[in-house]
């Protein structure tokens, strides 16, 4: 199966701030999703972006399939988008592998 | 409502036992999923079904069951055999377009935990 690299691990940031998450991939991939897991452990869908760029809010993806590589921009930070986030993507045969997840801690 | 649901919130078993998570969804979607996450870590695959009756081990499937008996409902079963079953299971469900699942959408989730 393909193997799943995020970074940073862990990043901490003052509200208000600016960052880029990275997701990297060993293969291609049909389907990428961005997820965001709340302290009670539900995971939020923030994008299905395959390729391409799509933009929520504060939240934005670009997906680049020929590198392999996705990133997830946060702008404008806030105390409620501490937590973890996950990519996750899917080759033929329709399994979803998941990175280790990012985990971002944002203080007042 | 329409989504997934995924019963009990919280188990405790003992040792030796089986035990049975309930995953329910509402979307009509043909794709469901049984996925265990660890502390501090990401999720990996336990068993998936596109279709009803039929089912495909994923990354883990050692020491676990499933039915698909309706398409609506996706049962896992952790069992005795499984050696370290204590974690926190997510059941998700996608469509299907061709030969490609599509967005996979996630329940809230069961926090098992064998005493």
Redesign the interface.
Known sequence: ?IQ?EQSPPDLILQEGANSTLRCNFSDSV??L?W?HQNP????I?LF?IPSGTKQNGRLSATTVATERYSLLYISSSQTTDSGVY?C?G?T?G????????TQLTVNP | DGGITQSPKYLFRKEGQNVTLSCEQNLNHD?M?W?R?DPG?????IY?S?IVNDFQK??IAEGYSVSREKKESFPLTVTSAQKNPTA?Y?CASSR?SG????????G??T?LTVL
């Open positions: 199966g799943v049909n389907n999703q997820f009670w452990g539900q995971l869908n299905y996950f996750a899917e033929s329709s399994r979803l592998t998941f990175g280790e997840g | 794709a999923y996925y996450q870590q990401g999720l990996r695959l998936y596109q994923g990354d926190f997510l299907i030969t490609v699942n599509n967005e996979q959408f996630f809230p989730g926090r």
